[in-house]
């Protein structure tokens, strides 16, 4: 057998692993047609430096490989956290309505739950006295204010004047200084504001009959003859849920005249009243809510 040339020799070994690794001639043509080779095929004069050629062209195809891995992670890695970020901003937005909703349950709970206090017409009770002179008849008033709600009261302060001029009050006798009450009011139970006493002689410059055959000769509507008295006070107390103000209720009447019964003669006195123009609300539809809470608050 003749011995080959070197030169035929490494030609025989190009094509053989030639033949064998198609992957990585066609990447070896890829950059020998970029010109990145720094050593010409046909410069290569033996199998063993070809092979150590071939090895190179691996190794920099194997890094652009990895490369491009990378940057497919990173892309990958963008779109994770891009995908992080517009969940994250719907998540929040639902914790957002979530929390805007559980607030409006919880208002709604309150207003149907929370204790409210309602002040009625002005009740009234006769005493009668008798002396020497004949019978006197003085009357006591004095504001029932119910509450409503579903939760007990807890009042804080109260306040309840008068004056006789038919006038409603000023703002300045509105916010006359109260005095301390402090008690709780179930549900659907009674407070009754303030006491003030008044003579028949005051309010209607008469005495009115004592004795029922008397009474039923009244006729069925008496009005006051004089200026009527004028009735208001209000009422401050706190519900039992946390972190809610401080309520208020006010009110205030004016007397118009006195009705008889004639079917109840136990109690055949009812006085009718007119609502004052202002003070008949309920916390912050009162226009002045901050003055009376601030009474409230530093009564001592």
């Known amino acids: 057998m003749d011995n080959d040339s070197p030169e035929q020799e490494a030609k025989d070994a190009k094509n053989k692993i030639g033949e064998s690794t198609i992957f990585g001639q066609r990447q070896l043509e890829a950059d ?46 963008i779109v994770i956290a891009l995908t992080g970020i517009v969940y994250t901003f719907f998540a929040g937005g639902q914790w957002d309505e979530m929390k805007t909703s559980n607030g409006l349950s919880q208002e709604a709970l309150e207003s149907v ?12 009770r006769r005493l009668v006295m008798h002396d ?30 008068d004056n006789r001029l038919g006038k409603e ?16 009011i179930g549900p659907k139970a009674l407070r009754y504001v303030g ?3 008044m003579t028949e002689l005051e309010i209607f410059g008469k005495e009115l009959p004592d004795k029922t055959d008397d009474i039923l000769k009244m006729t069925i509507q008496t009005t006051v003859d004089r200026e009527p008295p004028v009735f208001w006070g209000w009422i401050s107390y706190r519900d ?20 008889i019964d004639r079917t109840n003669l136990q109690s055949p006195f009812s006085f ?6 202002e003070h008949n609300c309920a916390d912050e539809n009162c226009k002045d809510y901050r003055q009376i809470v601030a009474l409230a608050e530093n009564i001592k």
């Open 272 to 277: 009718s009243y007119l609502p004052c123009e």
């Open 240 to 259: 039992i849920f946390p972190k809610t103000n401080l309520h208020i209720t006010e009110f205030c009447q004016k007397m118009l005249g006195i009705t």
């Open 113 to 124: 739950q929370r204790a409210f206090l309602t002040c009625r017409d002005v009740t009234e």
């Open 195 to 197: 006491s003030i006493r």
């Open 32 to 77: 020998h047609s970029e010109g990145t080779n720094t050593e010409s095929e046909e410069e290569i004069k033996n199998p063993e430096e070809y092979m150590r050629y071939l090895a190179d062209r691996i190794s920099r195809w194997w890094r652009k490989l990895e490369q491009h891995s990378n940057r497919t992670i990173a892309t990958f890695t």
């Open 169 to 184: 009050p000023s703002e300045q006798e509105f916010t006359q200084k109260p005095y301390i009450y402090t008690g709780v």
């Open 132 to 161: 020497i002179l004949g019978h006197h008849g003085i009357w006591t008033f004095t504001m029932p204010c119910e509450n409503t709600g579903t939760t007990p009261a807890n009042a804080t302060a109260q306040a309840f004047f």
